[in-house]
T-cell receptor, first 114, second 111 residues
């Protein structure tokens, strides 16, 4: 079945550092890929998405490129802020005969310090 | 405002006492789904629904029931809760081809 693997955290960075959170996936078809962010005590918010190979999703300075050849969707940001501290989830979605299932990775906690 | 609303936000209950967590969306989305979030396990799908009266099991459906009598509502029912169902629950909805919009979560404790 489908699966998503992302790097374990926590990842601790200083403000203005470069961020990479690795994500790879296994899927039978042609999934859409997503990054969600969860701030403390809140639900998940869609951060960015890509629906086909070589698409780049971007939002709030974060970027991720859908790489079919390496089955990856790594999240990057050039300069993190303290306010980016949160848990980040990589996910894929495949439409099956039964619906639009979303499969998540286990999440990566990011801590940004001054 | 487009949103998914779940209630309650927090719930403490005793083993075996039936409970329902409500979920409602105002975006006319076809798809709705329930997830539970547990430390180290990420989010796992409990049940999902393609449309009214169409529901199916996700990865961890045991001990849960759902119904989809109206497009906007997708309640999660625990007929006989047990302590291993203590978790953080999220309802979500989407239209085809798009990411899900999530509710704020329900933290359930079963003692």
């Amino acid at each position: 079945g489908d699966s998503v693997t992302q790097m374990e955290g926590p990842v601790t960075l200083s403000e203005e550092a470069f961020l990479t959170i690795n994500c790879t996936y296994t899927a039978t078809g042609y999934p859409s890929l997503f990054w969600y962010v969860q701030y403390p005590g809140e639900g998940l918010q869609l951060l960015l998405k890509a629906t086909k190979a070589d698409d780049k999703g971007s939002n709030k300075g974060f970027e991720a490129t859908y790489r079919k050849e390496t089955t990856s969707f790594h999240l990057e940001k050039g300069s993190v802020q303290v306010s980016d501290s949160a848990v980040y989830f990589c996910a894929l979605s495949e439409f099956t005969g039964g619906g639009n299932k979303l499969t998540f990775g286990t999440g990566t906690q990011l801590k940004v310090e001054l | 405002e487009a949103q998914v609303t779940q209630n309650p936000r927090y719930l403490i209950t005793v083993t075996g006492k039936k409970l329902t967590v409500t979920c409602s969306q105002n975006m006319n989305h076809e798809y709705m789904s329930w997830y539970r979030q547990d430390p180290g396990l990420g989010l796992r799908q409990i049940y999902y629904s393609m449309n009214v009266e169409v529901t199916d099991k996700g990865d961890v459906p045991e001990g849960y029931k759902v119904s989809r009598k109206e497009k906007r509502n997708f309640p999660l029912i625990l007929e006989s809760p047990s302590p291993n169902q203590t978790s953080l629950y999220f309802c979500a909805s989407s239209s085809m081809g798009n990411g899900y919009t999530f509710g704020s979560g329900t933290r359930l404790t079963v003692v």
